[in-house]
């Protein structure tokens, strides 16, 4: 059994894509998710350990799951006030935006819905869809026309899954199209806002105010809030049924009150420092003016240098970290073969300074 799981990693190692466990490493941060600064910022770190201090059993373990041991007037309270945050009816927290997805999807469509995801979809979409008795369906990316094409064969209840930015190409969902074709042919959307959640506002439904015509939705709190955990932002109704049975929510043990405190104080930290994202646009604005092509939005956080050289695209990002900037390639398989990228992450701290070294390096490089 062993040697055909080494096989595997020799497979891997041999095509330079192995993965392996390091320490973070210290440098000029253009590829974490920490979009406005949060998870190192002093100020909200002050505020959270006060809040510590004041209440010292926020540190202790939840004991159990939530329907055992593990829930808590501050995990009620803290759902309350996300769902008002999004003016949705109800939130269901979870200690992360893959268990949330794990849930969702696992659990809503049977084995007479289908499931149509958009082609980018983040795994843990994939990997819910296993799980289920649904029949999974795949658009191509954002294509509106394709996305309508696999509609209007269905007969029986469909799910359409999206995201609002994704972390790949770092390009924004046509979302206000898909929610009018999802209304159009009865089918209930569910949107991932991991990643545009704090980088615009509350997410694209706020945005668009869309939120009676989206089904659900995940907000993640590991990226721009800084912290860690998600909630499901749903209907009533919706919330009991994940409660009586989502696998994912039932058997897991519950965080710790710390977690749940931290995120209704990230939100509230967050209304107060309207200039974090303002900044953070500043330096998307910044690096779009350095003219590298990429297939990401001009909005967009995430920036994609895309270089279809597994030995190229090595040696960049070698040639970066050389001059202390941290980046991401992205290899397949976690991307298609051939579209294998640099993933450039932008933050409310890079200076306009690091931007264009950084820039001019890359442009040196292709």
Partial sequence: MLKKFQEALDKRKEAGILRTLKPKSEGIDFYSNDYLGLAGNKELQAQLLQKVQENPKLLLGSSGSRLISGNSNITDETEEY???????????????????????????????????VDEQIHRSVHDACRMSHARKLKFRHNDLQDLESILKKQTGPCFIAIESLYSMDGDLTPIQEIAALAKRYHAALIVDEAHAFGVFGYGLIEKYQ???????????????????GAAILCDKTVKSYLVNFASPFIYTTAAQDFLWMAIKTGYEFLKHKPELPEKLHQNIEIFRNQNIETPSSELSPIQAVLIPDNHQLRSLQKTLSDSN?????????????????????LHSFNTEKEIIELTGLIKAFL
């Fill in 82 to 116: 996300v769902a008002e945050q999004h003016q949705y009816p109800a939130a269901l927290l979870f200690s992360s935006g893959y268990n949330a997805n794990l849930a969702l999807f696992s659990t809503l469509p049977d084995r007479h819905d289908t499931i149509i």
């Fill in 210 to 228: 869309l939120q009676k015509d989206v089904f659900a939705a995940v907000v993640t709190y590991g990226k721009a809030l800084g912290a860690h």
């Fill in 325 to 345: 900037f941290l980046t991401y390639a992205v290899y397949s398989p976690t991307v298609k073969a051939g579209t294998e990228r640099l993933r450039i992450c």
